[in-house]
């Protein structure tokens, strides 16, 4: 983040902060450290020694642009949401952001950021920890909020929205291996605990679509970025990703790495 990013966001700058960047992408500034399980409900600014993150107040919606905007982007960045660049432009990369920052604070996740988020953001929670006895470096999916966290040793590095599987039985015709062929299933992500296997660099054709950025744990089943990641599960069984979050994964999430699924999303 340079210079003039930080100009009238003083009150959000934590010391010590680190960038992990991609291509301009701002994906973490540091506070999500101090988000520990064993504390659901500590602000990140407690253990940074930061001054307390004083929320705005101005209600924001899908479109908006200025320094509002960009308070809220450096905010969820420091907390471990990916929320694209940080410019002022309340886009597709920080609405991805916001929903994942609303559902693991119990807010009901919309376009708009008003009082309920605002306060939120004053006092964050930690994600949910699925694994207490998981290793320090690993992945959780929550089917059940439609989460995904990335756990670096013990430190949560990475809090993503996603979409999984719809569970919703399919079949379609596509044309696979030069000829057209019948495939069939249930569109599950299960349940489980698993390892990163094999990845691809950019668009990946599979029998039912295009992954982007794929990194598989489960057989077939996938992390990768797509174009709609909807609040609802609707892939036929990976797990979506927005495009800016799967294009700095792949640099962030090594092979062999435990990934654990739990949950079941209730529509």
């Not at 597709?92 to 929903?99: D, H, I, P, R």
């Not at 691809?200 to 744990?217: A, E």
């Amino acid at each position: 983040m340079g210079v003039g990013q930080r100009q009238g966001v003083a009150a959000l700058m934590t010391a010590g902060a680190v960038l992990l960047s991609s291509a301009g992408v701002t994906l973490f500034a540091g506070a999500a450290a101090a988000q520990t399980s064993a504390s659901p409900a500590v602000s990140a600014v407690a253990a940074t020694g930061a001054s307390p993150f004083v929320a705005p107040g101005k209600t924001l919606k899908l479109g908006a642009k200025g320094a509002t905007v960009k308070v809220l982007q450096t905010r969820l960045a420091e907390l471990g949401y990916a929320p694209g660049r940080i410019d002022g432009r309340y886009g597709g990369a920080t609405l991805a952001a916001v929903w994942a920052f609303q559902k693991v604070n119990g807010v009901t996740p919309t376009s708009t950021v008003a009082r309920r988020t605002w306060a939120a953001l004053e006092a964050p929670r930690a994600p949910k920890v699925l694994v207490p006895s998981g290793k320090p470096t690993r992945v959780e999916v929550n089917l059940a909020k439609q989460v995904m966290v990335l756990y670096v040793g013990g430190v949560a590095k990475l809090v993503s929205h996603i979409s999984s599987g719809s569970g919703i039985a399919y079949c379609e015709t596509a044309t696979w291996e030069g000829r057209a062929q019948r495939f069939c299933g249930d569109a599950r992500t299960p349940t489980g605990d698993y390892k990163t296997t094999w990845r691809r660099d950019g668009w990946h054709k599979s029998y039912l679509g295009q992954l982007y950025n794929p990194i598989f744990f489960n057989g077939g089943i996938a992390f990768h970025g797509a174009l709609s990641v909807p609040l609802a599960p609707a892939s036929h069984g990976c797990v979506r990703l927005p495009m800016h979050v799967a294009e700095v994964l792949p640099g962030l999430l090594g092979t062999g790495v435990p990934v654990h699924v739990r949950g079941r999303f209730v529509r």
